[in-house]
C-alpha cells in the first residue's frame, strides 16, 4: 500500500470546557492573542461572538512541530470539547492541541486540562494506492458479479467490480456510523488504483492496518 496523501487528521477532546475557566473570567482578551499565536486566517467575528453560539471556529493557521515542521491547522471550541484538525498525523494534531491548551493555561491562568480531560476520539481519512484488488475478499464474488453485470443497462461487456470494504459496530453497544472504510476513490480510474479509506482511529494506526488489509486480501503473511 502506497500513502498518496492525508486528508484529515483530526483529534477531539472531550472535556467540560466551562471547567477551565471555574470563575467565569471574560475570554474576550485571549481572542487577539491566540489568533496571532497561531496566525488564523479565519476566526470569530462581530455577530460570531455576540448571542449563544455553540462553537466557536478558527480556521487555515499555522503550527510549527517540534521537528521544526508547519502545519496548516484548524480548531473548533464547543461547550463540551476541542475538535482540531491538520493534514499530517492525529500525533500532530493532538500535539497541536496541546500546546493550545498549555500556553492558555501559563498564560491566562485557565485549569490545566489533563486535570479534566475525559477521552479523546480521533478520525483519520486517507488516499492511498492499494495495488490489491477487492474483488479477492471473495473469489466466488465473481460469478455474483457477472449476474449484476447481466442486468446492467451498459450490458454484460461492463463488468462490475467490488468497490469497497466496511466494518461497523452495533448500535445497540454504542456503535454509530462505520468505523473503518476502504473504497474507490471518486472518479478516479479503477486502473489507477486509488482508494479513500476513513476510520476513527489515530492516522498511524490506520494505515497499519491498510497495510493488514492488503496482505489479507492478496492471501500473504503479515503482522498484527
Known sequence: MELLSINVARSIWLLPVNDLNPRGKSLFPILAPLVQKYNFLKFPQGPELTGSPTSFKFDDGLYTTVQGVPLRVGLTVYADGFVADTRSST??????????????????????????L???????????????????VNP???????????????GSDVPYHVTGITFGQDPARGGGAPSFRLERAETAHFEEGRYFSTAQLQTEIHLHLLDILESIILGNPYQA
Open 118 to 136: 475525559r477521552r479523546r476520539g480521533y478520525l483519520s481519512e486517507a488516499y492511498v494506492r492499494f495495488p490489491a484488488s477487492l474483488n479477492e
Open 91 to 116: 500525533a500532530d494534531t493532538d500535539a497541536f492541541l496541546h500546546d493550545v491548551l498549555t500556553w492558555l493555561s501559563d498564560t491566562f491562568g485557565l485549569r490545566p486540562y489533563h486535570e479534566i
Open 140 to 154: 466466488a464474488f465473481g460469478d455474483f458479479r457477472t449476474m449484476l453485470a447481466g442486468h446492467s443497462i451498459l
